[in-house]
């Protein structure tokens, strides 16, 4: 452990591609007080994670960590050291520009107000469907519980995803 | 029904314009916006809540890293917000915990942070009031030198010279003493909650010149900035840019202080500040709801007629009035709509107190009045035995009848009887199976009690204010539409594209709006009071149809016809019925040319709209724990634009301070010190996904008389029935009547007399 705390630079890999920072106040170095909501957003410009509240509550800024989402406003970049992240740009089929299936079912059921809650809930949306295909709505309404919508695009958030769980049933 | 069938779009979901954006993270909100050389700007703010300040030493600050201005009241501009002009953007004195004491702009937020701390204040404490009736005695405290008693003045011509502030006609005395049951009392919606959209407010703010100012905000109506801000401040020209705005209910029309503070920093520095508040600062020190206190009372017949109201509406706007003013203008005017009485006697005081002042949010007076004085109206019903959603249905105003609204004036309603729309609402719901009568639950299981409950609301600002758009046909049979609008959510931006797209008879794709920003679009007054449909519509609608009618006079000569015979669908020009030989516009307008109508929408308070609520609650009455089942709305929208839209706006009546301030949402405001003990998202309560009611809405399409579309809008009164219709399902799950918002258990167990009622100090 005393060795790992006197590295001075750290790895991750964010939607494929991977980034080397050093340790540091700079502007593109991340410092040890850095969470990932601003290393994403301020140093790699991916301002699709959105900052809701801050504060751990509304789950605006959640991303993926190695697959698990996770808020990024509560997690510090220097703990993501190693670790595979995704976020919303990330979603896309880098080849083909495909949207996600999630993506699409949200545009399809204009599953979105104004829009600030919707990466979250869409990342939060592809880790369930990642370990459970096949969720019930009281499934979805689990894992979703800590996303905020002031809108309420609760019903059509649900009816966007119970469409891709009953398509894959046919 | 049968006019959707005709239109291509109209009426049909279609994807957002903006939907990729959106989904794929690539729609920029203020806080995703980088401008060359910007600085951060931060807000020091007062621990007290009335306060004069002794001394302030700004030395360390202006030294720390990176730090490039520092302001305080003694080297601010003098701009004042506020209506009428009475807030200065920093003051010698503070007055509620979390005002503006000092500004700092630095070259990173964490360094503009890190200098306020080392500002150095000292403040010579006053006593503070919060409670409206304290506010007006005679040993007060007072906020403004400029409003004894901290009355602060009613008659500030928002909606011009006889703007309203009060209601008075008839003759109360003969209408009580015509009344068989006379219900008195005082009902109080003060829990002040907060619209708190997801995004907290920012602004950047750039000077290009002494007198030339650009803003870039989180706006709901594009032009506000513009339209509000330069009488405040000495009358720089601004140029206003709205991005995509996080959600707003109101709050974001303008961000007035943010804004302020990022001009003021920017003019320090001469560079471009960006201010974008917390969520603590969104909670602690921008928009609340207004406290809304109504003493009064109310007469009505056996048949549920109305034959008297009278009261004082005591109105709490916190530490300054935003628009409060208008707020009660409006208020006053929905209340009527609601009430069809012939004898009013309801009087105003706007009052100021020492906690973050209120400011505009969804249902804008009506909903704050109407949640007062319907617990009142609760008891006359009781007396009377009177079903209300029979006597709602009997109030509401009818066509031909006349209201006085927020100008002052009569205005005569040519909307539709709603009454069908109320009953469909009322079957789909079930009304008459679970209405078991007055203070009686619908059904009892053990300690858990299911009640039902209604609530309905209109308002005649759909036509509201001025609208003006250009559409501009170009020769690739692409159509911009010139119009200032922003999106913040209800899809009006594509709603919009719609209605062009349906009159120029285009695919949808070839229709687009061009960014909300004031230079390049004509006058609109924003997406408030449902006014998107109808105001907006209309004006993009008739510049459309003006293009297409100069685009005919062009095509004539070349079609050897007149204007009046030709048609155009998909890019071509043609005589009626002769589509196979038609032109396309390149051929007509010309490659080097564009093609451009304008179309302007003047203000129509005749068509309120209308929205019926319907809810089930179950209480345990052992926990004290209140739940929503089930809610029904009911309206007519004369014609569906958007389905997933529309859907959205009720549904969000949920949030928004709307249903639930009723159940758990609320400001808490510790008396003592002036703190707010709520300032974060897990101590102030929301709804989760967990926790969804079922909820359906009943939508008529009875054509109205509005544009081409006969459509009017509704979004903005979603919220407004809810928590009366909560309180009255509560108070008939329980089997007495409740008071007090929101219901949380504590009151809930008291009102049963289950736990002990607090003493009073």
Redesign the interface.
């Known amino acids: 452990m005393a060795k790992d705390q006197k590295r001075d630079s750290i790895v991750l890999t964010v939607n494929d591609a991977t980034h080397e920072f050093e340790i540091g106040d700079h502007r593109y170095q991340v410092a040890a007080c850095d969470t990932l909501a601003k290393t994403l ?1 301020e140093t790699l410009g ?10 751990g ?2 789950g ?1 800024c959640t991303v993926l960590l190695d697959g698990i989402p996770v808020l990024s406003c509560m997690t510090l970049t220097v703990e993501c050291d190693g670790k595979q992240i995704t ?3 990330g ?2 089929d880098p080849a083909t520009g495909r ?1 996600d299936e999630i ?1 699409q079912a ?5 599953a ?8 979250g809930i ?1 990342m939060a949306s592809r880790a369930l469907l990642d370990c459970n295909p096949s969720p019930t709505e009281a499934d ?3 894992a ?15 009816e966007a995803l119970q469409t891709i769980t009953e398509k894959k049933k046919l | 029904m049968k006019f959707a069938k005709e239109y291509r779009f109209i009426g049909k ?1 279609t ?2 314009k ?3 954006e ?8 203020i ?2 916006l980088e401008l060359p050389r910007m600085l951060h700007g931060k807000v020091l703010r007062s621990p007290y809540p009335h306060a004069l300040i002794k001394n302030i030493n700004t030395t360390g600050a202006e030294k720390s890293r990176g730090v490039k201005a520092v302001l305080t009241y003694k080297n601010v501009p003098r701009w004042r917000t506020g209506t009428p002009r009475h807030a200065r953007i920093l003051d010698k004195k503070v007055r509620f915990v979390g005002d503006a004491v000092a500004l700092v702009a630095a070259e990173t937020a964490q360094m503009a942070r890190e200098a306020l701390d080392l500002i150095e204040v000292s403040y010579g404490r006053l006593p503070a009031v919060y409670d409206v009736e304290q506010a007006i005695e005679s040993d007060a405290p007072q906020l403004y030198d400029e409003f004894p008693g901290n009355l602060i003045p009613l008659d500030v011509p928002v909606f011009g010279p006889r703007t309203l502030s009060a209601v008075v006609h008839g003759d109360v005395e003969q209408g009580f003493d015509a009344s068989d049951f006379i219900a008195e009392g005082t009902g109080a919606y003060e829990n002040i909650p907060n ?6 407010p920012g602004v950047i703010a750039e000077w290009s010149g002494p007198n030339s100012l650009t803003v870039w905000s989180a706006s709901q109506s594009a032009c506000w900035h513009r339209l509000f801000m330069p009488s405040r401040m000495g009358f720089p020209d601004i140029r206003t840019i709205s991005t ?6 109101g709050s974001k029309n303008y961000s007035d202080q943010p804004m302020f503070y990022a001009a003021a920093l920017a003019r320090a520095t001469d560079r471009p500040v960006k201010v974008c508040f ?2 603590e600062e969104q909670f602690g020190a921008f928009v609340l709801r207004l406290g809304s206190r109504f003493r009064g009372k109310i007469g009505i017949k056996k048949d549920g007629t109305v034959k008297a109201v009278q009261g004082e509406w005591l109105v709490d706007t916190g530490a300054f009035s935003g628009f409060a003013q208008a707020q009660v203008a409006v208020g006053l005017g929905e209340l009527q709509l609601m009430l069809r009485c012939p004898n009013w006697d309801i009087k105003t005081k706007l009052i100021c107190t020492n906690r973050n002042a209120s400011g505009i949010v969804r249902g804008f007076g009506g909903q704050e009045l109407e949640s007062a004085l319907i617990p009142i109206l609760m008891h006359a019903l009781e007396q009377g035995g009177i079903d209300p959603v029979e006597f709602f249905k009997k109030n509401y105003v009818k066509p031909g009848e006349g209201y006085t609204w927020r100008d002052g004036n009569q205005w005569v309603s040519r909307s539709k009887d709603y009454s069908e729309a109320f009953e469909r609402g009322a079957r789909a719901f079930g009304w008459d199976e679970k209405w078991k009568g007055w203070f009686k639950p619908t059904a009892v299981n053990s300690s858990k009690r299911i009640g039902v409950g209604v609530g309905v609301h209109g308002n005649a600002d759909v036509g509201e204010d001025v609208s003006e758009a250009y559409v501009r046909l170009n020769p690739d049979a692409t159509v911009n539409i010139h119009a200032c609008v922003a ?5 009006q931006r594509s709603s919009l594209c719609k209605m062009v797209a349906e009159t120029l008879k285009l695919p949808l794709e070839q229709v687009n709006l061009t960014p909300p920003d004031s230079l390049i679009n004509p006058f609109d007054f924003g997406l408030v009071g449902s006014r998107g449909t109808y105001a907006v519509g209309s004006a993009v609608i008739s510049a459309a149809e003006d293009a297409r009618q100069k685009l005919f006079e062009m095509a004539a000569p070349v079609l050897k016809a007149a204007p009046d015979e030709l048609d155009s669908e998909d890019g071509m020009v043609f005589i009626k019925g002769k589509r196979d030989k038609g032109v396309p516009w390149r051929t007509v307008v010309g490659l080097m040319h564009t093609c451009t109508g304008f179309g302007r929408f003047e203000p129509d308070y005749c068509v309120p709209n209308f929205i019926a609520m319907f809810v089930e609650v179950e209480v345990d009455t052992e926990t004290g724990k209140l739940d929503l089942l089930r809610v029904v709305t009911a309206t007519d929208v004369g014609q569906i634009i ?1 389905p ?2 529309l ?2 706006q009720l ?6 301070a709307g249903i639930d301030t009723a159940i758990f949402e609320e400001s808490v405001l510790d008396r003592s010190s002036g703190q707010m003990l709520n300032l ?3 101590d102030y309560k ?1 709804r ?3 926790e ?1 009611p079922r ?1 359906d809405n009943e939508i008529l399409e009875t054509p109205i008389q509005t544009h081409r579309f006969k459509a009017v809008g509704i979004g903005e009164v979603s919220t407004s029935p809810g928590p009366s219709a909560v309180l009255m399902a509560a108070s008939n799950a329980v089997g007495k009547p409740l008071s007090g918002y929101p219901l949380t258990p504590d009151k809930i167990l008291k009102a049963l007399g289950k736990i002990k009622k607090e003493r009073k100090k």
Not at chain 1, 106 to 110: A, G, L, R, S, Y
Not at chain 2, 244 to 249: D, E, M, T
Not at chain 2, 487 to 491: D, I, N, S
């Open positions: 957003r991916l301002s699709g994670t959105k900052v809701g509240c801050n504060q509550a509304c605006s976020t919303i740009e979603l896309q949207l993506q949200f545009i399809d059921h204009t979105f107000q104004c829009g600030f809650c919707t990466p869409i979805i309404k689990d979703l519980a800590g996303h905020f919508c002031r809108c309420i695009s609760h019903y059509q958030v649900l | 979901a994807p957002r903006d939907a990729v959106i989904v794929t993270g690539k729609a920029k909100y806080d995703d619209p708190l959209p997801l995004e907290p995509q705005c996080g959600g707003s209910f917390s969520k999106e913040p959510g209800m899809g958007d997933p839209s859907a959205g549904h969000g009546s949920i949030g928004s974060n998202m897990v929301w989760s996904f967990a969804l909820f």
